[in-house]
């Protein structure tokens, strides 16, 4: 008799320190939750990471094989401008102004 409530004594002890293990410890639920949310956090970021990789090598394909293109792209960069063309610079607040008038 006295072993085996010394049994189910055991067993108590070793179900209390598996709950403990399970959602007190840094190994348990909580350190699955977060590593799960974190996966999720990664896989959203790789996805970015390669959607962004897409865009610039479908740029780099374009600037590769279009002219046109290429030609816009430096010339909206660089403020490059054709031989007979005149190309006015107006400062970012002067351009901030007029839109919130405009938006008023």
């Known amino acids: 008799m006295v072993l085996r409530h010394l049994f189910l ?17 840094d ?6 939750l977060e590593m799960a949310q ?3 956090r990664l896989l ?5 990471t390669e ?3 897409r865009r610039l090598s479908r740029e780099i ?22 031989e007979d063309e005149v190309l006015y610079l107006f400062p970012e607040t002067f351009h901030n102004a007029t839109a919130g008038e405009q938006g008023e």
């Open 9 to 25: 004594l055991l067993l108590a002890g070793g179900n209390i320190f598996l709950l403990f293990l399970l959602f007190i410890s």
């Open 27 to 32: 190994q348990g639920v909580n350190a699955y």
């Open 38 to 40: 974190r996966h999720e």
């Open 44 to 48: 959203h970021s790789i996805q970015q």
């Open 51 to 53: 959607d962004h990789s």
């Open 61 to 82: 394909r374009w600037l590769k094989s279009n002219k046109k293109y290429m030609e816009q792209v430096i010339r909206s960069k660089t403020n490059f401008v054709k």
